[in-house]
């Protein structure tokens, strides 16, 4: 099949006052005379038209800021957008759907943001050149549902609500208490019925800077959603929402839907499965390119996915499937104990946590889950010790790793550096393999740590948190902000780490996927948040998963064909036999 050819240069990695212009003198075209091949100007600029695709800049740039791809001929003449010479370029859109929830999946650095801003109008498409009139935009997209869509757009005839992805930036630009906030922004004279639903009101008289992740979010999506918009765009609804809450925010959003067009970015297939209408799959290299694909059924679409085969456009997306364990729960855990926690309590700014006794046993994966303000943080503190207990009881004797819940750079150096200062052996081939590679860390290593997007940040604090030298690894929510491959390599890291290393790890987190792949047994808190919290000891998978799933009042199935876990419908067949057999974590 013909290919089309695209060259990208990454102008943050490319460096040609440090290099001795590689990627020049090893070209075969320039060698034989074609010299605009590739020009060194401010940076690298590559001819697609001349370059033959042999991949020798690529394998000879010392930074790696140079990638060749050949894509299908089909795509030829459909950039949406291009960033510039030699820059990233999006082919495709998705479709807003008035009365619908249209979900888009795929990769981080494939597009969607892309694709947002075009859509909200904050960025005009160039159709892959410097620059595009309304008229070809028009004529591009004439025959589709797009083409009123930008009519409408041009006209300042759509109005668009956001809810921005890093919701830990939200204090920064605004001072002042919640209710001051949301009455501002609510144009749809919904306060009162908001505030209800998404369980705000013992949040309404804090000051915005004292909020914790969970009751931001909540406020970010409130916000969204009381403005008066013809459209509304959501990106990760879910980071720092227990289950329970993801559930509740999936009923508000779908509430909004029967009149209004709403587009969502999500990396929680459990919560994008319950919520969206229909799906659209980006798919591409990271940084490089974007394909976006015509809109798809929500089981369907992930099923291909996961499989990572898109029938409809006959394209392989990656080499092997991301496949979901059958024979969960595991029986053979552990024996071997890490260190054994007694009970006692935690007093904390009118919240008490009580803990009953437990134990952390060596080369397991200790899951925890539960709703937010129930104590898990509190927990996972007082085991780092960075709190001490009330009576000051837990003592573990072991060396111990800690990933807080929200990740920020506190030092200004490059990644590299960083992760050497933590342990040198980053540099071995076996850390490459096992930590670097998977986590696609190699493209960040000379990048510094202020520069880095709350995603590639997570993926450091990972790794840095896995590389030190201790007993016992504690991470609290590592799925923030990681996109669906990264949680799965993640999972896969942890589980590897733990068995490999013998070492014990404890994992906090909210994505029952991730939960299902990592654990061995489970912790379940329970309690009334912001109040009181209980911490239950240890059980099995599927005797912590039944507790848990049981206060939430939900059941879980496996897929028929991914065997991936879904949320049944309320009220369903499956959903009333299997809570009429006790069995709300369904494996069989």
Request: net charge neutral; charged share 30%; with cysteine.
């Amino acid at each position: 099949m013909a290919k089309i050819r695209i060259a990208v240069v990454d102008r943050d990695r490319c460096q040609p006052k440090k290099c001795s212009h590689e990627c020049v003198k090893y070209c075969p075209k320039v060698r034989t005379g074609a010299e605009d091949t590739i020009v060194i100007k401010d940076k690298a600029e590559i001819s697609e038209e001349l370059c033959v695709g042999c991949g020798i800049c690529v394998k000879k740039c010392p930074f790696k800021a140079i990638t060749i791809v050949g894509l299908p001929h089909e795509l030829e003449g459909m950039e949406v957008h291009r960033y510039g010479k030699n820059g990233f370029v999006l082919y495709g859109l998705p479709i807003p759907r008035k009365g619908y929830v249209v979900g888009l999946l795929g990769p981080n650095g494939t597009g969607k943001t892309t694709a947002v801003k075009i859509l909200t109008g904050q960025l005009k498409p160039n159709l892959g050149r410097d620059k595009a009139e309304w008229e070809e935009i028009f004529e591009r997209f004439s025959g589709t549902e797009l083409l009123n869509y930008f009519k409408d757009l041009a006209d300042g005839r759509v109005r668009v609500s956001l809810k921005p992805q890093y919701i830990e930036a939200i204090p920064k630009v605004y001072k002042g208490k919640v209710v001051d906030l949301l009455k501002k922004v609510d144009e749809r004279g919904i306060f009162d019925e908001i505030v209800e639903k998404l369980e705000l009101g013992n949040s309404l008289n804090r000051e915005v800077k004292d909020l914790s992740g969970g009751e931001l979010q909540r406020i970010a999506i409130a916000g969204c959603l009381m403005k008066d918009a013809d459209f509304y765009f959501l990106d990760e609804v879910t980071s720092y929402l227990d289950i329970y809450q993801r559930i509740n925010c999936a009923k508000v959003i779908r509430d909004l839907a029967e009149k209004r067009s709403i587009l969502i970015v999500e990396h929680d297939l459990a919560i994008l499965d319950m919520l969206a209408d229909f799906i659209h799959i980006s798919y591409g290299e990271p940084g490089v390119y974007g394909v976006i694909t015509n809109a798809k059924g929500v089981r369907v679409g992930i099923n291909q996915y996961l499989r990572g085969y898109l029938v409809e456009e006959n394209v392989r997306i990656r080499e092997k499937p991301i496949d979901f364990e059958i024979f969960q729960p595991r029986q053979e855990v552990s024996e071997k104990v890490l260190a054994e926690y007694p009970h006692f309590t935690k007093t904390l700014d009118g919240f008490r946590l009580e803990v009953e006794g437990g134990d952390i046993r060596i080369e397991e994966v200790l899951g925890v889950v539960g709703k937010n303000a129930t104590g898990k943080s509190t927990f996972v503190k007082v085991l780092a010790g960075v709190l001490k207990d009330d009576e000051g009881k837990v003592k573990l004797n072991v060396r111990v790793s800690y990933k807080p819940q929200y990740v920020k750079a506190d030092v200004s150096m490059n990644v590299g550096d960083f992760l050497k200062k933590i342990n040198p052996m980053i540099d071995s081939s076996y850390y490459k393999t096992e930590f670097v590679k998977p986590l696609g860390l190699e493209k960040l290593m000379d990048r510094n740590l202020d520069d880095l997007s709350g995603g590639e940040l997570q993926r450091v604090a990972i790794v840095a948190c896995l590389l030190r030298d201790a007993d016992l690894y504690l991470l609290d929510e590592p799925s923030a902000h990681l996109d669906v491959e990264q949680r799965i390599e993640v999972a896969r890291l942890i589980r590897r780490f733990a068995l490999n290393f013998s070492k014990s790890v404890l994992v906090v987190d909210h994505d029952i996927y991730l939960i299902d792949m990592v654990s061995d047994r489970l912790m379940v808190f329970q309690g009334e948040p912001g109040k009181r919290g209980i911490a239950r000891r240890p059980m099995s998978m599927r005797d912590g998963m039944n507790t848990f799933l049981s206060d939430l009042g939900i059941t879980f199935r496996r897929d028929e064909e991914t065997k991936r876990p879904r949320v049944n419908k309320i009220g369903s067949r499956l959903d009333r036999e299997q809570k009429a057999k006790g069995e709300y974590y369904y494996y069989f």
